[in-house]
């Protein structure tokens, strides 16, 4: 088949990081061929700090003022201009729903303008497919390509465990492009947890990378917390109960001000508990579907204590473990770019802009 190069502008803005990236890719090309030449990050952090969480009014403001500039710079970083996009990708769900209006009536603008069609793509299928944009990487055609992929060392089944702020996924991926959900969470989100347990402890947002930091200096054997649903027969997660279970335990110290060393072992022990239920359901999903990789996405997997856990356990099972690099856990374009491109390498025809509509609940 004669090699078909594509080149995809990537905006994202479900959340509170307004991100656009490109990426230039063969669809036809019998193994992934793809590089990324741009990846454009604006994080709102300092703006929702002082809330001590997103609020989604300020977010969707921070998206209509960054937009432009943020995807200004993924095309001159890339050496491109508008003319030069062959297709507009856009999160177009789940998420805020104001946030996500905002990436993507100007996403459509910008298809319109050009004449161009879209690849809506879930923020979910763009953790998934994270882990994609680490694998082969021999040639780097364009001198500033961010990362080239050419081939693919993925074996299948592959076993993608998915941890963010709002979601938490056990998948199994038969190949390329059929993927099941097996197991998800009842309640809180993993990361959701991180987040509320840190408040608990006043720790400033996000919670999780300052529950991280703390736990790394916590005792392991101080405090056990409950490892919530980690027998269960299913592929489920629940850790809204374990988020109480550190409640009771602070309210239980009967001091107002804890103890910087305090706060140091409730955080090693909640993270022991996360980290534990997350890595012993994913291993037991490895054995049950003989599973030869294992991916690990989403803005939780920048734990330093899930990555690691994670590998030994891999290493152990002898499974290739694929875990992205920081800039890919967290929310970021370019895992829409990757998700958008392996779309259309699975046959997706790119649709109007007007058929295009944000969802802040479309499910994966
Ligand atoms: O994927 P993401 O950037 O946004 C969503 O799609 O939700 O994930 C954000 C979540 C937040 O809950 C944040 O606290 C958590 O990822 N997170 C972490 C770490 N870094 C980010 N959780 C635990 N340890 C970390 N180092
Ligand atoms: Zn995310």
Redesign the pocket.
Known sequence: MKSQDITILAIES??D?TAAAVLRGDITAKQPKFEVLSSVVKSQIALHAKMGGVVPEVAARAHVANILPVTQKALADAGLTLQDIDNFAVTSGPGLIASLIVGVEFTKGLAYACGKKMIPTN?MMG?LYSPFGLTESKVKSRKHALSAVEGSKVKFPMVSLVV????TLLVVQKNEQHYKVIGSTVDDAA??A??KVARLLSLPY????E??KLAEKGDPFAIQFPRPMMNSKNYDFSFSGLKTAVLYHIKSLSIKDLALNTKQNIARAFEDAVVDVLVTKTMRAVKEFGAKTVSLS???S???A?REQLIVNCKSSRVNCLIPPFRL???NAEMIAIAAYFKLRGGYKPVSYAKVKADSSWEI
């Open positions: 479900s959340c990081e923020h953790h963010s702020g709002g979601h990361g959701e991180f987040d996000p919670g999780g990378p529950i991280s989403g803005g939780v920048a734990n330093k899930l856990c967290t929310d």
